[in-house]
């Protein structure tokens, strides 16, 4: 069976630090674009930040420009999502996706873009709260 499996979510203070990761079940992310996206309660889903499948270019929210990066290690076959600074907008289930195609190569989806996905995996929730 095919299937991304986030991880790291948990509950953390503002100004506190997580890191998400992202990894595939049944097949190798290699060759994938990955997408981070998040949902909050009551609102609809948003893109966060995006690599392409090279790592060599990013794109980020300007609501976690400076806070968040987003990373590939291809020996362990995940993509992190390392968040800092956290803050309680920050709250929110968080998703990631995998784009496959050469098209996405050198530069990822934008972040509004939902249709170049392949695969979603089931989530991970963030909870910032003091």
């Known amino acids: 069976q095919l299937q991304l499996v986030e991880s790291g979510g948990g509950l953390v203070q503002p100004g506190g630090s997580l890191r998400l990761s992202c990894a595939a079940s049944?097949?190798?992310?290699?060759?994938?674009?990955i997408g981070w996206f998040r949902q909050a309660p009551g609102k609809w889903r948003e893109g966060v930040s995006s690599i392409s499948s090279t790592g060599d270019s990013t794109n980020y929210a300007n609501s976690v420009k400076g806070r968040f990066t987003v990373s590939r290690d291809k020996s362990k076959g995940t993509v992190y999502l390392q968040m800092n600074s956290l803050r309680p907008e920050d709250t929110a289930d968080y998703y990631c996706?995998?784009?496959?195609?050469?098209?996405?190569?050198?530069?990822?989806?934008?972040?509004?873009?939902?249709?170049?996905?392949?695969?979603w995996g089931q989530g991970t929730r963030v909870t910032v709260s003091s």
């Open positions: 996706a995998a784009a496959y195609g050469s098209s996405w190569y050198y530069q990822p989806p934008t972040l509004s873009e939902e249709s170049p996905y392949d695969y």
């Open positions: 049944g097949f190798s992310l290699d060759h994938y674009a």
